[in-house]
């Protein structure tokens, strides 16, 4: 257990990125360095992690330490995968909280802005390369993309539909999905399922019994999140800011695009965005207490469920790695992914660049368009220099993240 402590502390320090840079670091300590994984035990693991809602680097770093030492292996890798990054971001948003407004940090945070839209637009080509290997699979990209910009769809019937449509669309071979081990009892499964989701809702069921409206429906939001989280971070991104910002007014857009660079430039998986949001919304309704109640809630909401998956299916990762089905329906959410990217950055550019947007309707159809007469020529400048160091000076992003921030500054200074 001490060795697993001193790995997996390193690895949670360490673990910047996104989770390409994690899963890289994790397959450098656990396969090639300690063994604890051979190379084949990692990628399926890795798939299986996919196939779960929730950011898969910090449930693989959950299995791993589950196959090293039980529950309680599991609960310390993925713990401490998230906290060194989860204590940064609170640091961050109580001072953004506080000193947000202040115009040299809104002259900062113009950079900012500008190459989180170049990051979106890389992340959307690596899921591009990776997702799109058939003409269905670009099909259902093409088609989820239309969905959440035209149609405006939910979130979660787009991944539904994506997945329907990516395990119909495989033929696997007769007899297949019957070619696995036997799994393991099942009954331990149920137990942790019921145990897992009393331990999730039982903070939703007191503050219902307490009255507490507004924690309770961060709760019931951040837990419906957590269900829905395929593809990773970028994915869920359009959804969470569609309700954040236009249905609950818990966040501005300039805020939400604000949570993501700082989420960008710390260590732990993406998601913790999320802890940001909850933090800015608690801050609005009732100050610093409140805050922090708040960005408590959402961390325990998101990650909890991590947890349930991990111990309640690890014992079937044989079993689930070898179903042809779901292993086509993982590739049409992936695909779907690819849509969802694409709406997402659609709609940070949008935001960013042009300070009025115009809606443009069409019977069923809306599409927001960009009003020409207010673009805004420096973030687009800024823009510019972040694709050029990003995509093909290929820089670290810590580093184009703080020069983009400087320029902003720098511009902003001189005018």
Same mark, same amino acid.
């Given at each position: ?135 269905? $699979?670009? #099909? ?5 993309? %239309? &969905?959440?910009? /035209? *149609? +405006? @769809?939910?979130?979660?019937? =787009? ?123 608690? $801050?609005? #309704? ?5 805050? %922090? &109640?708040?960005? /408590? *809630? +959402? @961390?325990?909401?998101?990650? =909890? ?111």
């Amino acid at each position: 257990m001490r060795e697993l402590v001193a790995v997996f502390g390193r690895i949670g320090c360490l673990s910047f990125g996104g989770p390409a840079a994690q899963i890289a670091l994790m397959h450098r300590e656990l396969v090639v360095a300690r063994g604890w994984l051979d190379e084949s035990e990692f990628l399926r693991a890795l798939s299986f992690c996919m196939l779960l809602p929730g950011p898969e680097a910090m449930q693989l770093a959950t299995y791993a330490g589950w196959r090293r030492a039980g529950i309680a292996g599991g609960l310390v890798a993925g713990l401490l995968f998230v906290l060194p990054g989860a204590a940064v971001i609170m640091t961050l948003a109580a001072a953004y909280a506080r000193w947000g407004h202040v115009p040299a940090v809104q002259s900062l945070f113009l950079g900012v802005k500008a190459c989180i839209v170049v990051i979106v637009i890389e992340a959307l080509i690596r899921v591009w390369r990776r997702a799109l290997v058939t003409r269905t $699979h670009a #099909a259902i990209a093409g088609l989820s993309f %239309l &969905a959440l910009s /035209l *149609l +405006s @769809l939910p979130f979660p019937l =787009v991944i539904v539909l994506a997945a329907l449509a990516g395990a119909l669309a495989s033929a696997p071979a007769p007899g297949a999905e019957r070619r696995r081990p036997a799994p393991t009892p099942r009954r331990a499964m149920i137990g942790t399922l019921a145990t897992g989701t009393t331990l999730w809702f039982l903070p939703p069921a007191l503050l219902w019994l307490a009255g507490e409206a507004f924690l309770l429906k961060v709760s019931l939001f951040f837990a419906k999140l957590a269900v829905v989280t395929f593809g990773g971070a970028y994915a869920v991104l359009a959804y969470m800011a569609q309700t954040v910002v236009q249905d609950f007014g818990w966040v501005t857009t300039g805020q939400m695009i604000d949570a993501l660079g700082l989420a960008e430039t710390t260590p732990g998986p993406l998601i913790l965005v999320t802890e940001f949001i909850a933090y800015l919304a608690g $801050h609005g #309704a009732g100050g610093p207490a409140l805050a %922090l &109640a708040a960005a /408590l *809630l +959402s @961390l325990w909401m998101t990650f =909890v469920p991590c947890f349930m998956w991990i111990f309640a299916f690890a014992p079937f990762v044989e079993a689930l790695a070898a179903r042809p089905r779901l292993t086509a329906a993982l590739a049409g959410v992936t695909a779907a992914v690819v849509g969802v990217i694409a709406s997402l950055a659609l709609w940070f550019a949008a935001q960013v660049f042009f300070a009025g947007t115009l809606q443009a309707t069409i019977g069923p159809l809306s599409l927001m368009l960009p009003d020409p007469a207010t673009a805004d020529p420096v973030a687009g400048g800024i823009a510019i220099l972040a694709g050029y160091l990003l995509l093909v000076r290929h820089w670290q992003m810590p580093a184009v993240l703080a020069l983009s921030a400087a320029a902003g500054a720098g511009v902003l200074s001189l005018a």
